[in-house]
T-cell receptor, first 115, second 113 residues
Framework: NAGVTQTPKFQVLKTGQSMTLQCAQD?????MSWYRQDPGMGLRLIHY???????DQGEVPNGYNVSRSTTEDFPLRLLSAAPSQTSVYFC??????????????FGPGTRLTVL | QKEVEQDPGPLSVPEGAIVSLNCTYS??????FMWYRQYSRKGPELLMY????GNKEDGRFTAQVDKSSKYISLFIRDSQPSDSATYLC?????????????FGKGTRLHILP
């Protein structure tokens, strides 16, 4: 199993550009989520999905869109990039998202810089 | 007051020492407590979890929860240079499907050879 994969690893955007961060998992997990990690802020939940066709907002959803057309993929779209979106983005997945014993697996992250 | 407070460090200790990492929290409804380890430029990985109060031991690692004080700890015995990483505490109510995991900011730990 590849686990949780994310592409690209690094990206530089100009303000106003749009892009999609890709996330895929091959563990047949129902629950997938996107976090951003900033110095001094910890991990903050952007959006999550409890299954194909179902998404919901997390703590910091503004400026981001998600969709979940398949169990495997959960892309994160930046509609119009802003410098405040410079961060490291992590995708995570777990079997059901319910309960601490349902281990959440994180991807390796995408480092995004918005100029 | 933030829901979860964690000293960001860095914390530097000599190899072989006992390390103590701590978090405090404000939400008394939290009942699941987790510790994640994150190596540089990697994603976090779940290290240990506990439910409610008490201790849990896994090899050199011991997690403690004191719900009366809203305080959790992770102890690392016989620390090794390979333990150098950022340690994030996390907690959740996990009562409903929409209950989120709330993460601390992480403590950077350096084990000096």
């Amino acid at each position: 199993n590849a686990g949780v994969t994310q592409t690209p690893k690094f990206q530089v955007l100009k303000t106003g550009q749009s892009m999609t961060l890709q996330c895929a998992q091959d563990m047949n997990h129902e629950y997938m989520s996107w976090y951003r990690q900033d110095p001094g802020m910890g991990l903050r939940l952007i959006h999550y999905s409890v299954g194909a066709g179902i998404t919901d907002q997390g703590e910091v959803p503004n400026g981001y869109n998600v969709s979940r057309s398949t169990t495997e993929d959960f892309p994160l779209r930046l509609l119009s990039a802003a410098p405040s979106q410079t961060s490291v983005y992590f995708c995570a997945s777990s079997y059901s998202g319910q309960g601490v014993s349902d281990t959440q697996y994180f991807g390796p992250g995408t480092r995004l810089t918005v100029l | 007051q933030k829901e979860v407070e964690q000293d960001p460090g860095p914390l530097s200790v000599p190899e072989g020492a006992i390390v103590s990492l701590n978090c405090t929290y404000s939400n008394s409804a939290f009942q699941y407590f987790m510790w994640y380890r994150q190596y540089s430029r990697k994603g976090p990985e779940l290290l240990m979890y506990t439910y409610s109060s008490g201790n849990k031991e896994d090899g050199r690692f011991t997690a403690q929860v004191d719900k009366s004080s809203k305080y959790i700890s992770l102890f690392i015995r016989d620390s090794q240079p390979s333990d150098s990483a950022t340690y994030l505490c996390a907690m959740s109510e996990f009562r409903n499907r929409d209950d989120k995991i709330i993460f601390g900011k992480g403590t950077r730990l350096h084990i000096l050879p």
